[in-house]
């Protein structure tokens, strides 16, 4: 083979195709609005959980000190849970995923009920009383 002749590059050689323009995919610009709007709802809730604060130690009857360390490990349970998601996501499918936070829920307000006394309410006319879940007290 002569110097001046190069082989054709191989497939796996081969650049990725480009596109023409320097738009992006409507795909690509659906996943960043996504992105952006979440990150401006996390933002805005750390926010509010801040501003919120001395309400929460009147309403709570708790010190400075404890609704801080309360507010910490809420967003420190929030940092562990968002990328969390990002790997269930990833993992599993939609709908497992929905199902599986959709059994948490309802095992952990299960176990609430169960554990400090909650009245529910009986048939639908009785919604009207139905707060949500009602502490009764012991």
């Known amino acids: 083979m002569s110097p001046d ?4 590059p191989a497939a796996k ?9 320097d738009r992006l995919a409507s795909g690509d610009v659906l996943v960043i609005g996504i992105l ?3 990150a401006f709802t996390v933002l805005l809730n750390e926010m509010l959980l ?10 709570l ?11 910490t490990g809420y967003l420190l349970t929030l940092a562990i849970l968002i990328p969390a998601t ?8 939609g709908a497992d995923t929905v199902r599986l936070s959709v059994w ?22 009785d919604r009207d009383q139905l707060i949500c879940m009602e502490y009764t007290g012991t």
């Open 86 to 93: 990002g790997f269930l996501l990833r993992r599993f499918t």
């Open 50 to 59: 801040g501003v919120a604060l001395p309400a929460l130690l009147t309403d």
């Open 36 to 38: 952006m709007a979440s």
């Open 5 to 8: 002749k190069t082989p054709a």
């Open 13 to 21: 050689d081969a650049p990725p195709p480009t596109r023409n323009d």
């Open 61 to 71: 009857d708790i010190t400075p000190t404890t609704g801080q360390w309360l507010t």
């Open 104 to 125: 948490k829920w309802r095992t952990g307000s299960i176990a609430l009920y169960e554990r400090f006394d909650f009245t529910a309410t009986v048939s639908w006319e």
